[in-house]
């Protein structure tokens, strides 16, 4: 009788049953990982902005400081990109992924191996090219790191190439990374952005988008 006639309450009152809804609970990603995965994304950013700002300056003091905060903040993601397999080794704490088709669960892992590869590879390409120029490499201050090659002018130049590809394509995934996760918050309309936000950021987004849902 009291499950009749709470049934009936909510009936009568909409906004009660859409107060449950504007709370459901989101599966998220362990604090580390969150902390991890927008701290690279920073990293990223700042190296590149390093670099492009570097182009648009003719000062040779300024380009070189320039240069020697891109190859700091390069290092700092390689370090950053080896915790979070590190982290992933650990088999921290992770969303169950079961709502998601089988495409999108292997599409997803495709794209995070492409971008840990290179995450990995581009900081070390730009390592190694620093060295084949006879040029030291020093993160804020600190060091040299160790060389890893001898200096060579022809190894110079296709590491150059080689550093300048793979960083455009680390962007590059990075934008398709970033495009789907958009996709599925405002398309597919389910939580994989939401469990990789700060939990205020979170929150925010969540109580946002039910309360849509609810009108």
């Known amino acids: ?22 709370h459901t609970p989101v599966e998220r990603h362990h604090r580390a990982t969150i902390a991890l995965h927008w701290a690279t994304a920073s990293l990223i950013l700042g190296a590149v902005a390093l670099i492009l700002v570097r182009d648009l300056v003719d000062t040779k003091a300024l380009r070189a ?3 020697e905060g891109h190859r700091g903040f390069g290092v700092l993601v390689l370090i950053a990109a080896t915790a979070r397999l590190v982290q992933r080794a650990r088999r921290l704490p992770r969303p169950s992924e079961a709502d998601m088709p089988a495409l999108f669960r292997r599409a997803a892992s495709a794209t995070h191996a492409m971008l840990y590869g290179l995450l990995l590879a581009v900081p070390v390409l730009g390592w190694a090219l620093s060295c084949a120029r006879g040029q030291a490499v020093y993160v804020f201050g600190l060091g040299p790191l160790p060389t890893l090659l001898a200096r ?15 960083a455009w394509s680390l962007l590059a995934l ?3 990374h970033a495009f789907a996760a958009m996709w599925h918050h405002f398309v597919r309309r389910d939580p994989v952005l939401l469990r990789m936000l700060p939990s205020l ?4 987004l969540q109580a946002r988008r039910d309360a849509d849902a609810a009108i």
Request: with cysteine; aromatic share 4%.
């Open 152 to 166: 060579s002018a022809d190894l110079a130049d296709t590491l150059a190439d080689c550093h300048g590809w793979a």
């Open 65 to 67: 400081l320039l240069l």
């Open 201 to 204: 950021f979170a929150t925010r």
């Open 1 to 22: 009788m009291s499950a009749l006639l709470h049934s009936e309450s909510l009936a009568m009152h909409p906004s009660a049953q859409s107060h449950r809804v504007l």
């Open 174 to 176: 990075v934008g398709i």
